[in-house]
């Protein structure tokens, strides 16, 4: 085969794929074609994050607890505008699966005005009050120290890094799951390669501690976008945008809100929860909050490809309910839903095997070992429902049905996880592992809670 012939192939075989109608043919096939993708990106932003708290493990307890706190603060930052994406996603899916490309690019440009407006805001509170929020966790001076100095400047990256995931969603919406793979990739290695030479000041590079591995994310942000608009402005995705005939259009920006509203409530109230489930943390001491950081990093590494399947089921819910064909929506849900279970019995048998090692990566201290093996392990024993949850979450989200995901959450964090996490420690006598039993009893109800609402299909029939 000649060059120019293979050259010619490999146009035809990507361009099927951006034309791919996803709403015809086998679902299981279109399922895992837009899944693996997904999973390989959205693990692919969790591993930053780990691969930053080992490299900061390195500095010692308190630069863990300093960070993990911290990382709690852009993430309530952010939750917000996670939640006007779902709404921004559920209606360009809707869009697309009707065949109205234009009415999607509309919905496009008004995402971007939503998110920029609002990264702009939380990154000016961000930067100013970084101390007082940290101090309100209550944790010890050299963590909030520790903690500042990354959140600024996180935060001074924070719109760079929402105008890259809006238009990563607008991808995903579109069923373009390989191109935001490639770009978080090629980012990720950039910001892995610069983590420890920040951290350490290794070569020419100043010593910066934890600012280093701030920095090192600063820069993945930026990197990834300038690929994802270079892309979306250039037609290399199925969804080229324009700004031809742009206008503020406050009618979509109300209907992205009002499905997104709900999305941010409940993503606002997980964070928050969180932060509580941290402060009953800190009495326990900074070994405490350093091994709950360590389980919570852990958590997210599986979580994350569960909310890939999820991501995956809700775009083809979406593109289905907008091809007038909820059943499809229903059995790419369930199949999604299956496929994350198989993977979380792994992850579950995995953890409570090699729990020690694990927790060896990020800090070797005995204390350290210890607790949060013991940590992680009852972490484990949720692992199969925390996957149910993502699944059923994201799917109900891609139908823009946010409202009972909202009051799922609302229950499972407020009414469950954080009373229980306050009263069961002394009540049990198990101490700081209460916590932890905590935790997985909300994550357990709001999986049951989930899956009933989900098999009623009120979901079918909503419209957006």
Request: glycine share 10%; with cysteine; proline share 4%.
């Amino acid at each position: 085969m000649t060059e120019t012939t293979e050259k010619t192939a490999q146009t035809v075989q990507t361009v099927g794929r951006l034309e791919r109608d996803w709403t015809r043919g086998s679902i299981p096939r279109n399922l895992l074609s837009l899944a693996w993708p997904m999973v390989i990106n959205e693990s692919l932003w969790v591993v930053g994050t780990t691969v930053d708290m080992i490299w900061v493990g390195k500095l010692g307890s308190a630069s863990i607890a300093g960070v993990g706190v911290g990382g709690l603060v852009v993430m309530l930052g952010m939750a917000l505008r996670f939640g006007l994406t779902a709404g921004a996603r559920a209606m360009i899916a809707r869009f697309i699966g009707a065949g109205d490309y234009g009415g999607a690019n509309r919905v496009a440009q008004q995402a971007f005005v939503v998110s920029g407006a609002y990264a702009v805001i939380v990154a000016v509170i961000g930067v100013a009050f970084a101390e007082p929020i940290l101090s309100l966790v209550g944790v010890e001076e050299d963590v909030v120290r520790e903690g500042a100095a990354y959140i600024r400047i996180q935060f001074m990256g924070s719109a760079a890094m929402s105008f890259w995931v809006i238009g990563e969603v607008m991808m995903y919406a579109s069923a373009d799951s390989v191109t935001p793979m490639k770009i978080t990739a090629f980012a990720r290695a950039v910001h892995m390669t610069l983590d420890p030479f920040l951290i350490f000041g290794w070569w020419i590079f100043p010593r910066l501690g934890v600012s280093g591995a701030a920095v090192a994310n600063l820069v993945f942000y930026c990197v990834g976008l300038s690929l994802a608009a270079w892309v979306l402005f250039t037609g290399r995705t199925r969804l080229r945008l324009s700004l031809r005939g742009f206008r503020i259009d406050p009618g979509i920006i109300w209907r992205i809100i009002k499905i997104g509203v709900p999305a941010s409530v409940m993503g606002t109230a997980r964070i928050l929860g969180r932060f509580v489930l941290m402060w009953v943390m800190v009495p326990f001491g900074t070994v405490a909050v350093a091994c709950h950081t360590v389980a919570q990093r852990l958590e997210m590494v599986f979580y994350m490809p569960a909310v890939a399947l999820g991501i995956a089921a809700g775009v083809l819910v979406g593109q289905n309910l907008g091809a007038r064909q909820p059943e499809r929506s229903e059995k790419s849900a369930w199949l999604a839903a299956g496929l994350v279970e198989l993977i979380m019995m792994v992850a579950t048998v995995a953890v409570l095997v090699w729990a020690e090692p694990i927790v060896r990566l990020f800090n070797s201290e005995p204390e350290m070992v210890a607790v949060g093996s013991r940590f992680i392990r009852i972490e484990a024993t949720g692992y199969l429902f925390l996957g149910m949850v993502a699944v059923m979450q994201q799917s109900l989200s891609g139908a823009g049905d946010t409202l009972p995901p909202m009051v799922v959450s609302l229950v499972m964090i407020w009414v469950l996880q954080v009373p229980l996490a306050y009263l069961l420690p002394d009540a049990t006598g198990l101490g700081v592992y209460a916590v932890r039993w905590a935790i997985v009893t909300g994550t357990f109800v709001g999986a049951a809670a989930y899956v009933i609402y989900f098999r009623r299909g009120r979901w079918k029939r909503k419209r957006i």
